[in-house]
């Protein structure tokens, strides 16, 4: 990272939404710490091909170098798409790395766990939009962070972390998909972002930082 993120977009998981604990922790430390920051993290909607566009349009207008992305699980995977076609660093929790594959048995109606009363369909044709954009491989490793959880209940770890090879990664001995104990992924985000003044991020219980 050259210099802070000026902007950072926020992108959340499939059947998740802006009101994700992570999204609400990451907002709220900034807007304590850094209120000049720009934060953004918008409702994303079901089709991967929209969710791309809406994020593109909402930062048409942010200085790319001053920029930078948070994305989770799904979100993860987008933003690394979008952090290849912008040129942006990237912070990915748990993020999933072959979403194609994987979400071919969530199509139908599907509801958001933050408020289960919201509904959407995840539709067939959503799973080609998926192929299309994944990038081929991460041209500049470098440029990206990655939080993964030996204990995710929902992604292979070892594909994520191979898939992620030659970036800056915490990989957590235990935790969970949602990386319910969030306090230490904090930490080395914010580190690799450059947002906070407290001394590098050191290796956690259970948890190793590989560079």
């Known amino acids: 990272m050259p210099a802070p993120p000026s ?3 926020y992108l959340h ?3 998740s939404s802006p009101q994700s604990m992570k999204a609400q922790v990451v907002g709220r430390w900034l807007a304590e710490h850094r209120p000049e920051l720009q934060f ?3 409702q994303l909607p079901p089709s991967p091909a929209e969710a791309i566009a809406l994020a593109l349009q909402g930062v048409a207008d942010w200085p790319k170098a001053r920029m ?8 993860g995977f987008y933003a690394s798409v979008l952090a290849e076609r912008l040129g942006c660093p990237a912070v990915l929790l748990n993020p999933a790395v072959n979403p194609a594959r994987d979400l071919a048995k969530h199509i139908g109606e599907q509801s958001t766990w ?3 009363e919201q509904r959407f369909y995840f539709r067939a044709e959503f799973i080609p939009e998926l192929e299309a954009m994944k990038p081929v491989s991460l041209t500049r490793p470098e440029r990206y962070a990655a939080v993964i959880a030996k204990g995710d209940e929902v992604l292979d770890w070892q594909e994520m972390s191979a898939r992620h090879t030659g970036a800056s990664t915490l990989l957590l001995e235990g935790s ?5 104990e969030f306090a230490g992924p904090l930490a080395f985000v914010l580190d690799f972002l450059g947002l906070s003044d407290a001394p590098a991020a050191r290796p956690m219980p259970s948890a190793t930082i590989r560079r």
């Open 114 to 116: 933050q408020t289960p």
């Open 13 to 15: 998981g499939f059947r």
């Open 68 to 75: 930078a992305i948070i994305g989770s699980s799904l979100g």
């Open 40 to 42: 953004w993290c918008p």
């Open 7 to 9: 902007h950072l977009l």
């Open 176 to 180: 969970d998909h949602a990386l319910s």
